[in-house]
């Protein structure tokens, strides 16, 4: 009897042993939301090639605020996996520091491009 509840104690039980995905869902989640800035930002642009459709002002506006929100949650979920730190470990440590730390990048990076004339916007 004894034999057999130790042998069916070393079965894993998916309520103690997250698998990878369940571990890393909020690091995964926050580097994508960091990698949908871009995407917006593109799509806003493709949107204003197209000003002439009725509802390219609408679509405009919509990924204007997908451009503005997707940095901020993924900070947010960057933030939340790292106050996680025991259920996601190194690599969740890692994503989360990533995903905080690359919208601050970029908006140095890129200030540092226009301040220095790299960057022009050209055909004001």
């Known amino acids: 009897m004894d034999e057999q509840i130790e ?3 070393k079965q894993p039980n998916v309520e103690i042993d997250p698998t990878v995905w369940q571990r890393l869902k909020y690091p995964i ?3 994508i939301m960091d990698a949908a800035c871009p995407a917006c930002i593109g799509l ?3 949107s204003s090639l197209f000003m002439w459709a009725n509802l390219s002002l609408l679509f405009i506006g919509i990924f ?3 451009a503005f929100i997707t940095p901020l949650a993924g900070i947010l979920l960057g933030i939340m996996s790292l106050s996680m730190h025991k259920t996601v470990g190194k690599t969740g440590i890692a994503l989360g520091i990533i995903a905080i730390a690359l919208p601050v990048i ?3 990076v890129i200030a540092t491009l226009f301040s220095t004339g790299v960057m022009v916007i050209r055909f004001m």
């Open 7 to 9: 042998k069916n104690s």
């Open 29 to 31: 989640l926050s580097v």
């Open 44 to 46: 806003i642009y493709l």
């Open 64 to 66: 204007m605020i997908g």
């Open 106 to 108: 970029a908006i140095i």
